[in-house]
């Protein structure tokens, strides 16, 4: 079955720190995978991909397919990073997400 | 350009109605997308519709029915409303059908089912 899994639902971090939120996934074939943030009062909007390989708002995700993960990192946390970040899988045209993690970043 | 756009955006039924959500897709967006997201969880696909038709349907039942117009707006249509059909419906737009195009998101309908 298709799946995403986010392991934690709560991240807290100090300002500047290193921030990983992982993603993993299961899936057969080549994955299409996503990371979305929702900023609050804000609508859910596309943080990056992992075809376009590149860095949003410092943020990366490397696609690691022996470890079927997808994890998102930002070398030094800042406080507007804090928000709800979910994984997604595309697979023909829908998405499939994970449950989400809340990053908090403390001043 | 505009966004996508839903309404109501708040609405509150008694289990047994039926509720129509509505949504208008981005300027020059042809496909739409339907999600649920229950509160605490992400949210869960339910259909897609391209060109007026349906383009893929997740694990739904079929009391949840969707349209699509000839300008691309859709509306999502869920009869007999049971009390677990309370959650944010997200509506979602792209360019083209299939998952490697962005999808961009509405803000939301809150369905409360009592």
């Known amino acids: 079955a298709q799946r995403v899994t986010q392991p934690e639902k709560l991240l807290s971090v100090f300002k500047g720190a290193p921030v990983e939120l992982k993603c993993n996934y299961s899936?057969?074939?080549?994955?299409?995978l996503f990371w979305y943030v929702q900023y609050s009062r804000q609508r859910l909007q596309l943080l990056l991909r992992?075809?376009s390989r590149e860095s949003i708002k410092g943020f990366t995700a490397d696609l690691n397919k022996g470890e079927t993960s997808f994890h998102l990192k930002k070398p030094f946390a800042q406080e507007e990073d804090s928000a709800m970040y979910y994984c997604?899988?595309?697979?023909?045209?829908?998405?499939?997400f994970g449950q989400g993690t809340t990053l908090q970043v403390k001043p | 350009e505009t966004g996508v756009t839903q309404s109501p955006t708040h609405l509150i039924k008694t289990r047994g109605q039926q509720v129509t959500l509505r949504c208008s897709s981005q300027?020059?967006?042809?496909?739409v997308s339907w999600y649920q997201q229950a509160l605490g969880q992400g949210p869960q696909f339910i259909f897609q519709?391209?060109?007026?038709?349906?383009?893929g349907r997740g694990n739904f039942p079929p009391r949840f029915s969707g349209l699509q117009f000839p300008n691309y707006s859709s509306e999502l249509n869920v009869n007999a409303l049971e009390l677990d059909d309370s959650a944010l419906y997200l509506c979602?737009?792209?360019?083209?059908?299939?998952?490697?195009?962005?999808?961009?998101f509405g803000p939301g309908t809150r369905l409360t089912v009592l």
């Open positions: 300027s020059g967006h042809n496909t």
């Open positions: 992992h075809i």
């Open positions: 979602a737009s792209q360019r083209l059908a299939g998952s490697t195009d962005t999808q961009y």
């Open positions: 519709y391209y060109r007026e038709e349906e383009n």
């Open positions: 997604a899988l595309g697979n023909t045209g829908k998405l499939i």
């Open positions: 899936y057969s074939g080549s994955p299409e």
